[in-house]
């Protein structure tokens, strides 16, 4: 049954500007998750705080299909003091827990998307 319906996964990735998050998630997914990606000049990375940015893509492969989400957090590690550049991860991370307990205690369970973290 869980074949039939598919998978779904949520994956975030964190790290400094540059590290090859990008190119490890396309390596393993065999998909080009950022087809209009943009790079900041360094510039414009100066001044940048910490965001947090979802893709979602749908994958198929031998008949399983997987909802993957990826979750990026772009300006993370950039900045000179990084003090408390985590905080907003941590946010993101606790609001999606909030939300699918939510979802658990109301009546109508049948429809609920996962979207916590879970890697």
Known sequence: KSVKKGFEFTLMVAGESGLGKSTLINSLFLTDLYPDRVIPSAADRINRTVRV???????????????????????????????DSFQQIIRYIDDQFERYLKDESGLNRKNIVDNRVHC
Request: glycine share 10%; charged share 30%.
């Open 53 to 83: 940015d979802s893709s979602t893509v749908e994958i198929e492969e031998r008949g399983v299909k997987l909802r993957l989400t990826v979750v990026d957090t772009p300006g993370y590690g950039d900045a000179i003091n990084n003090t």
